[in-house]
């Protein structure tokens, strides 16, 4: 950094603490190990929102920010500028007109919030060898304090039979996650950063990273995640090594799979297809979420129904009148293309598939083909490819505080920065290899 800057933003120990509050405050939060015996969503919601929280994230954020704007790269953070602006401004049109605005508005604050953070973490090590540590340091921190639940705290870590909305998940193990298959996901990004930590900093540390998350992973019972590890692993590789895959495999693949698991849900030749591979045609009663979660984007196809301004309203779970379906009681609608078409209509899915995954998809070709099996670039590819595909089961687009939406972006804009890497460089960068 230049003379110029603030001297403490300058200062190592600062920019790491600044890594790991960040860090784990996403994946950890203030609020660990719920009692799911006794809140409901929309109170787990509430204690998650509550003044503490808010007022950390507001003083993480202000810091990042603070960091982003005097940092000589500041050009390259929250690209591309004109279509963030673009698609900002439709969410918060939609918002503003929608049944609930408060809420919306609050989401595209939040979301605006989280996307400047996921850009200014990458900023903060100076190196690839510090942010591996660092990066290594803050998982294996995670890890202990989900080990030491299972361990210490079971009924707070492992779900039990006597909980109010999902006691057929007893028996697996969510650490200080409040759901297991928030956890799985967890455990398969755990797994993605061993990885990068084994190549780029300590082969040891990373197997036992790795080893410890596998195991977690395997005793969550989330099965989309044990599957979509390997499936990403390899399909990364594929992406990396063939060039004329990378184009059918981010948009037919991504659109494959969601006209499968969708269509199996509305479609009836669909869904006997699915039957026929031997998978649940209704993956895990989603099926029921989709097809009234359609029905609505049919009512506002274009504007759609406003940023958090549809899922666990008491209008909606109390007031459902002839609505014979669970689904009203909802979380979200399980499918992140889904849930943004829902919130801010076809006109929001068209910006959010520009942004997600066109604009890295064209980041990365425009990665210099030495650097593209460096454990950097391996490590966001290997992230963003996971988030698209498990964005066909999972919903967390904009989702201001969902740690797979922050390391969603992570990736993307760690894709940009590899793009733009000659504009960095460092003495402690490690020698490339072509070993998927």
């Not at 939609?94 to 049944?99: K, V």
């Not at 299972?150 to 996650?177: D, K, V, Y």
């Not at 064209?362 to 963003?384: A, E, G, N, V």
């Given at each position: ?12 120990v600062?920019?790491?603490l ?6 784990l ?31 950390i994230?507001?003083?993480l954020?202000?810091?990042m920010?603070l ?6 790269l ?30 919306g508005?609050k989401?595209?604050i ?91 900093w ?13 195991v977690?992973?395997?005793n ?5 995640a ?26 037919f ?5 969601n006209?499968?698991v969708i269509?199996?849900?509305v479609i ?27 029905d ?13 301004a ?25 499918n ?6 829902l ?13 997600i ?12 083909d030495?650097?593209k099996?460096?454990?950097l ?44 890497a ?12 072509s070993?998927?």
């Amino acid at each position: 950094m230049n003379s110029a800057n603030p001297v403490f933003l300058e200062n190592t120990v600062f920019r790491t603490l600044l890594f790991w509050a960040l860090f784990l405050f996403m994946w950890i939060s203030i609020n660990p190990f719920v009692d799911l015996t006794g809140d409901l969503p929309t109170e787990i919601a509430e204690n998650n929102s509550n003044k503490l929280n808010q007022l950390i994230a507001l003083t993480l954020s202000g810091l990042m920010i603070l960091f982003g704007v005097t940092h000589p790269l500041r050009s390259l953070l929250v690209q591309p500028r004109v279509l963030i602006t673009i698609f900002t401004g439709w969410f918060f049109f939609t918002s503003l007109i929608s049944e609930y605005p408060i809420d919306g508005i609050k989401g595209v604050i939040l979301s605006t919030l989280m996307m400047m953070n996921a850009a200014v973490f990458l900023l903060l090590p100076q190196s690839e060898l510090q942010f591996a540590k660092w990066l290594g340091v803050g998982i294996f921190i995670v890890l202990f304090v989900s080990y030491f639940g299972i361990i210490f705290i079971p009924t707070l870590s492992i779900h039990q039979a006597s909980e109010l909305l999902e006691p057929m998940n007893a028996g697996f193990w969510r650490g200080h996650f409040p759901h297991k298959n928030t956890a799985a996901t967890a455990m398969t990004f755990a797994c993605f950063f061993a990885l990068f930590v084994s190549r780029v900093w300590s082969k040891t540390f990373g197997l036992l990273l790795f080893l410890m998350s596998a195991v977690f992973l395997f005793n969550t019972g989330g099965k989309t995640a044990s599957m979509l590890l390997p499936f990403s692993l390899l399909i990364a590789c594929i992406f990396e090594k063939i060039r004329f895959s990378r184009t059918p495999i981010i948009l037919f693949g991504v659109a494959a799979f969601n006209f499968l698991v969708i269509g199996a849900a509305v479609i009836r030749p669909v869904r006997e297809l699915v039957v026929s591979m031997g998978i649940d045609a209704t993956f895990t009663n989603r099926a029921d979420i989709w097809r009234f979660a359609i029905d609505k984007i049919v009512e506002s196809p274009i504007t759609g129904q406003g940023l958090r301004a549809f899922w666990q309203k008491d209008d909606l779970v109390f007031g459902g009148g002839d609505l014979e379906t669970w689904a009203v009681a909802a979380a979200n609608g399980h499918n992140s293309f889904i849930d943004i078409t829902l919130a801010t209509g076809l006109v929001g899915l068209v910006f959010a598939v520009l942004w997600i995954l066109i604009w890295p998809l064209h980041s990365y070709s425009k990665i210099p083909d030495s650097q593209k099996s460096t454990p950097l670039t391996r490590l966001y590819l290997r992230i963003w490819l996971f988030t698209m595909f498990t964005a066909g089961l999972e919903t967390f687009f904009f989702e201001g505080g969902n740690p797979s939406w922050f390391m969603c972006m992570v990736a993307m804009f760690g894709l940009y920065f590899q793009a733009n890497a000659h504009m960095v460089s460092s003495s402690e960068s490690v020698n490339s290899t072509s070993e998927c």
